[in-house]
C-alpha cells in the first residue's frame, strides 16, 4: 500500500472523527464560539411565580359554643407587635360567593378586633373585612398582619 492510497482510506473517517465534510473553498473546520455568535441571543424570561394567598397569623374557629380564642390570639398579636411595632391587622370573614355576612359572622369579627384593640393596638391599624372562598367557609375569622 503506497501513501495515497492510506491517505484515500483515512480522509473520510479523519472527516467523520471531526464532524464535517471537507471543503477547500468554504469556511475553516473549526469554528470557537465567541460572544459575537450570541450578539442576538437573549436569556428567555423567567415565568412569574405563582402567587400564594398569604398565610393568616390567626385563625379563631367558631364551631362550637364555648370558644375561649383569647390565649392563643393574645399570644400571636403580642408575637407580631415585638416583630413589627407598627403591625395593622385585617380581620377577615370568608364568605362563599353567594353568601353575605351574617350577623353571627359579623359579631364574631367584631369580637376579634375589640380583642386585638384591647392589646394597646390602635383602632386605626385594625381593619375589618370580607373574603370570598370556594365551597361552604367554616364559621371562622381570619386575622392577617401587613
Do not use: W
Amino acid at each position: 500500500m503506497t501513501l495515497p492510497r492510506i491517505a484515500r482510506h483515512l480522509l473520510p473517517l479523519l472527516t467523520l472523527l471531526a464532524g464535517c465534510t471537507p471543503s477547500l473553498s468554504g469556511p475553516p473546520f473549526v469554528h470557537l464560539i465567541d460572544r459575537r455568535d450570541l450578539a442576538g441571543y437573549s436569556a428567555p424570561k423567567p415565568s412569574p411565580a405563582t402567587k400564594l394567598p398569604p398565610l393568616p397569623l390567626a385563625v379563631v374557629r367558631f364551631d362550637s359554643v364555648q370558644v375561649d380564642f383569647r390565649p392563643q390570639l393574645d399570644a400571636a398579636i403580642d408575637a407580631a407587635l415585638a416583630r413589627k411595632p407598627d403591625v395593622e391587622f385585617n380581620v377577615v370573614s370568608p364568605l362563599t360567593h353567594a353568601s353575605a355576612p351574617d350577623a353571627t359572622i359579623q359579631a364574631h369579627a367584631t369580637e376579634v378586633a375589640r380583642e386585638i384593640a384591647e392589646r394597646s393596638v390602635d383602632p386605626a391599624r385594625i381593619h375589618l373585612g370580607v373574603s370570598e372562598v370556594p365551597g361552604q367557609p367554616a364559621q371562622e375569622i381570619r386575622v392577617y398582619v401587613r
